[in-house]
């Protein structure tokens, strides 16, 4: 029979006392170091990021018009020697005198009234023309029938000798072929006036004459 030895309580308390003890200061030890070596971070808020204006510099191309189309010279054509040339051609000088004194000024035509154009018409006259024959037009049938009844006022040239040579309708009553209005025109150029006068003289005018019509003359 093995017997073992069992050791006593009180001889290995103290060896147990102080192996706790030294397992203490060791972790108080290491706990000590590592937080002694720990530097506290502050917190800092985040500032706001304001982006730096640059100034760009934008250049400006003005628009350059395009350059002006150069026409090419023609061609000289050669001439053949069988061709006869014409030695009386007289070839002008372009030589060009920049100093030469200026040609003179025509002469100042002062106050004198240029010279009358014969078949001018005046507006303005001494005597106006009267009437020698005045032509009565003729009532066109359609007119009649229709009961149109008014007035034609025309524009006519008188000539120097009383005649008239022209005529304009300036207020129509009945246009077109066969109407008041073409009646009137003919009943003008046969009337007869005596001419219009300006410093004693005939002249040609003008002048308004009216045609009526009227169903009951």
Do not use: W
Request: glycine content about 4%; some cysteine; aromatic content about 6%.
């Amino acid at each position: 029979m093995v017997t073992k030895t069992i050791p006593d309580v009180i001889d290995v308390y103290p060896l147990v006392m102080k192996l706790g003890v030294l397992i203490a200061l060791l972790v108080h030890l290491v706990i000590f170091v590592t937080f002694t070596n720990h530097v506290p971070v502050l917190y800092e808020p985040q500032k706001e990021f304001i982006p730096e204006a640059v100034n760009i510099d934008v250049a400006i191309t003005a628009e350059v018009p395009p350059p002006p189309k150069i026409e090419r010279p023609a061609v000289p054509v050669e001439v053949s020697n069988d061709e006869a040339i014409d030695e009386d051609v007289t070839i002008m000088s372009t030589e060009f005198d920049f100093f030469a004194p200026p040609p003179p000024p025509p002469p100042p035509g002062g106050n004198e009234e240029p010279p009358p154009v014969e078949d001018e018409i005046f507006v303005a006259f001494d005597s106006p023309p009267q009437p020698v024959r005045l032509v009565k037009p003729e009532y066109p049938e359609i007119a009649r029938k229709s009961g149109l009844e008014g007035m034609v006022l025309l524009e006519v040239v008188v000539e120097k000798d009383g005649t008239v040579s022209d005529a304009k309708v300036l207020r129509s009553l009945q246009p077109g072929p066969g109407g008041c209005d073409e009646a009137a025109i003919a009943a003008a150029l046969k009337s007869v006036f005596t001419p219009a006068k300006q410093r004693d003289k005939p002249v040609r005018v003008k002048i308004t004459l009216p045609f009526r019509f009227t169903l009951n003359e």
